[in-house]
Structures are given as C-alpha cells and as structure tokens.
C-alpha cells in the first residue's frame, strides 16, 4: 500500500471493495429498485393519459415506423456495424471500474437482459412507459467521501410518421444508490432529455451526449442546468451501497409515433477524498 501511495504521490491509497452479496440478496435489492421506478413511472405518468402496461400500438404507419426501429437499433446495439472506441480520461487516485456489473433491470419496452455484461440498455416508447437500467454493489474498508462518475454515452431520438398534435413523449436518464437494502435510496437524481408536446408530419428530434454531463434544461430564474454526474455519496465501514445508472421514457397512445432511447455505459470512474467536515 506505501509503495501504490507513492507511485501515485498521495498519502493514501482509495481501498474498495466489489464483493457482491448472494442471490437471495440480489433479487431483494432488484425487487426494491423496482418498487422504486414503478413509483417515479406512475408519478411521472400522471402528466400524460398513458397506461401502466405498454403496448406496441403503431396504427397504419407501423411500416415505415419498424423499418426506423430496425436501423435505429443496428446503429445503438452494433449489428452490423463496427465497434466504436471508448475513450476515458481517468484523474489522479482515481479508480475505474468496468463490466460485468452486478444486477440489471428492465421494465415495459427496454431491453436491458444482458446490460450487465456490456453496459447498454435501449427502449422504445410507443405507449406506456420503460426503464431499465445496471447496477453495482460498492464499500469500502474506510470512512471515505465517494465521487462517482458513469463513464458513458446515451442517445435518443423521436420521430412522428402522421400529424400527431395530441402526442407527449418524454425520457431521460436516473442515478439511485441504496445503502444495505434499504428500502429508501440514500441518493437520487434524474434527467429529462426531450419533452415532445405533440409533432407534425415527419417531424422529428434528436440527442446524444456523455451519460454523466446529461441535465435538464435549466428553468427561467434557476442556476443553470445541472449534470447527472459527479454523484458525491459518503462510504462508511461495514456499510454496502448499491449504485444504479438507468434510463427511462414514458409515451401516450398516438399512432403513427415513435420515439428510442439507449445508453452504453461500460465503466464508472471512483474518486475518493477524507470526509470532509464544516466546524
């Protein structure tokens, strides 16, 4: 450990722990993290008449619509196309970590079966609502302020085939983190990435960017907009913490309309510092 400290010119070494707990615990943390985005889905469906259940409804355009999904798809889970380089620049006394994460999650039209091996989960938001998401269990041996960092890329499109005034599609991206299977996340934070208050023919939006510098738009009179990430959380011995990185959107019925959202983060970047204390 003296010998790290000084190859890294710190006084000490960041020590944390990956040990994940058994099945039993897992599926009970997954069974809370779903309670948790049912919850913010109903309450996030409440600004639009869209049903619990979702339901590939896509009227007399599906064609042109599922030939979009299909290309979109390729592009967002690498079908056919070659492998894009990920680039991370990692701070002094840092720590990066990477796949396999420890549990994954998907609710409604994402696909998130696998997202722990790699990192990606992509939804498609014809009607009602989808999330999915990874997650990781984290400690550490010693009373430490964590700074966390998800090292990755979402992207998101929407698009309307017919008039749809009457159409509202939203989505974006969550950090959540429990301490010991709490039911209660000791920290929460979402994005919304586009806000779509009906589209006229073959209208159209898209976005993409770091998952860690995605933030709302600022509101008039507010500080600006604020970043998903750096998420600042503090680690305590004995003290297990369970870290998810999720993506969700929500749709009403209109037909003729699509929208998709996917996101890659393969690595999350660990920065330690003492606890720091305010007299």
Known sequence: MEDLARLFGRDDVLALEREVPG?????NDVGVFN???RGEL????REVDAPQAADERLGIHGSM???TVLHRLEERIGVGVAVRDVQFTIGTGCRLIGTPYDVEYSEGTAFGFGAKHDGKVVSIGTEGQAAGGVGFYLSSPAEVDMSITPQGTYEFSWFAAAEAPDWRSFGGLGVTIYADGDSTPVFTRQVRLWDVH??????GGTGKGAFASASSPALPGGFGPIPLAPV???MQPGRRLLVWMWSWQISNR???????LSTHVPAVQLCGSPPLVIH
């Open 254 to 260: 209109v037909d003729a309309t699509l929208a998709l």
């Open 42 to 45: 109903a309450r996030l469906t």
């Open 65 to 67: 619509l599922r030939t």
């Open 35 to 37: 309670e948790h985005i």
């Open 198 to 203: 009906g589209a006229g023919l073959l209208q």
């Open 23 to 27: 099945r039993d615990t897992r599926d």
């Open 232 to 234: 600042i959380v503090r």
